[in-house]
Nanobody, 111 residues
Framework: QVQLVESGGGLVQTGGSLRLSCAAS????????MIWYRRAPGKEREFVAT???????YYAHSVKGRFTISRDKATRTVYLQMNSLKPEDTAIYYC?????WGQGTQVTVSA
């Protein structure tokens, strides 16, 4: 059983930065991607970024060039560095390692 715990969310002004963390514990599968999603108020959940077991990264068009996904294998933690934040980035951010989801962390970007 895998457990995922996100942290690092908060309130930031437009143009600011935050770094989200997703700490994994329990039995993790080395051949599965780690993925960040987000759900904004009144909107569907959307893909943000993923990192593959080999370290390849992929991003949603809306965050490419501003967000960076990375991982620390030793601590089994995945990070999402978010720069140049915009109000439209306001959402609950979730990490997932199929089929497990974390509880989410709120990111609020003020105008």
């Amino acid at each position: 059983q895998v457990q995922l715990v996100e942290s690092g969310g908060g309130l930031v002004q437009t143009g600011g930065s935050l770094r989200l963390s997703c700490a994994a514990s329990g039995r993790t599968l080395s051949n599965s991607n780690m993925i960040w999603y987000r759900r904004a108020p009144g909107k569907e959940r959307e893909f943000v970024a993923t990192i593959t077991p080999s370290g390849m990264t992929y991003y949603a068009h809306s965050v490419k060039g501003r967000f960076t996904i990375s991982r620390d294998k030793a601590t089994r933690t995945v990070y999402l560095q978010m720069n140049s934040l915009k109000p439209e980035d306001t959402a609950i951010y979730y990490c997932t390692h199929a089929p497990t989801w974390g509880q989410g962390t709120q990111v609020t970007v003020s105008a």
